[in-house]
């Protein structure tokens, strides 16, 4: 796995583990409601963004007829209530993959505070149109494989 | 508990099991990706709406001040794509309840094609402002047992 | 020009005008931002929904290689602030077409309180995919005179 | 006026004229619709992004009970379909004020394109809460002044 948090992230965002991907983030008016916490719903399109940058560096796409990731399952786990203006940290790492489906562990951590929410997808592949479920192509599963450390799980 | 299903809806959406709420709605454009699928967290909006609608009938309110459900933890599965105008069922109820949390469930069920999303969220109530836990108000109490038939699992 | 707005909606919303559309709406929470008001793009969203729906009507679709309407212009004032829970109904109607383009207005307004938003857009119909400008089809502008009362100005 | 447009910035997206504020940014999944173009509501929310980050940056706060800029008037052209992936530069100005309200201008350019999406907006000052009409603080005024080079049409 190669790691994508420096020394200095840890520090900053108290991250704990390893992730493969990071970016950061300042909480934004719009993903705040009226009690001013993010929305619950605003972590998952943060989170969404780093599974499509993902795709797109293993050399997915999104256009028409090609296989695209579908989430099946998503476990979300709020710890601390995010805010406006907050400036976070937003993590991805692909433990594990299948014949046509691969997890994804998200997390978004505060400044100076640590994790804020965690969260699980399971996303099989499909493709755009027809809707049927594909088998990961081979350049995806080495990226998984060699990037992302993913341990095979499709069985043999 | 006071099921809010008829026979007709059970029918024409295929619904299994009982649920205190049912809201019938057609998929929005705004709703919708790139893939003509619904966005995984339109979903999570659509039965917050529940929620919200739950928690006003129950008694409570969202004013500064006041104790309102903040999630702490989504579960959901995504079984089928929901389209662009389909027609659906949203419904939900409240299995059990806490000193300060509860449990709801909820399902989108498709006309003539049955559920298509389940989802299951623990919430907690915050008073909004300082965010600190409070007690589920005794009304609200009396209507998750009454009209929900939910489960008193706070200890004795 | 059919209208729409019965007497008693007219009553009920201080509504002013004819309008060949109506639909009644609840602020969602959802809608409502840090400040308690409704987000300046959720009623955006809420007049789109009225145009899809009038699409529909007209007989168009929104599928692939179908033209569809492009919103190129929206002018849109703020009278008053909406909030959560508030109870709106909200209008459409379409003063004017040309060969390819139609223009419509829409407003949102208040249970015993009138008018609190109003727009006006700028559509142009263009072949998803492609993105072609097309003609509109002929039993659209049927549609647009005998239902919307529409001003044919596509000129001669 | 401090230009905030460098010369490769210029070159880059092809921008026109002088703007106080950019910010580079990258078509999100959840900003495209069924018809793979950026909503139109999307853009909004974009130069919200920049009308948020001058306000903290004139030194004005989001704070229950202080003043913040609401949208009253909003107009809005499209002019090409942005889509997932594009890479654009979003700007930002303000070329007026008066004694509570002021007018933003915004523009999104493409990359090796140019301008995609322009819009004005007219902002009035508003105390949180209360929803009262303040006057611009003095502060704010003076960065109006030297920052953005607005025009005072305050009278007087």
Tied chains: 1, 2, 3, 4.
């Excluded at 594990?96 to 996303?123: I, N, P, T």
Aim: some cysteine; charged content about 30%; proline content about 4%.
């Amino acid at each position: 796995m190669r790691s994508a948090i420096t020394e200095a992230d840890r520090a900053e965002f108290r991250v704990e583990g390893d992730w493969t991907q990071a970016r950061r983030h300042r909480i934004r008016w719009s993903e705040c409601d009226m009690h001013a916490h993010v929305n619950h719903t605003a972590y998952l399109v943060l989170f969404e963004d780093l599974r499509v940058a993902w795709w797109l560096c293993c050399g997915g796409s999104f256009g028409p007829g090609e296989p695209g990731p579908a989430v099946i399952h998503f476990d979300v786990r709020y710890l601390k209530a995010a805010g406006f203006d907050d400036e976070v940290l937003l993590t991805q790492r692909t433990p594990s993959f299948r014949r046509s489906s691969f997890v994804h562990e998200y997390g978004m951590w505060r400044r100076g505070d640590g994790l804020v929410c965690s969260a699980r997808a399971v996303c099989v592949l499909v493709r755009s149109g027809s809707g049927e479920k594909t088998a990961i192509p081979p350049e995806v599963r080495r990226a998984m494989l060699e990037v992302d450390g993913a341990k095979d799980e499709s069985g043999g």
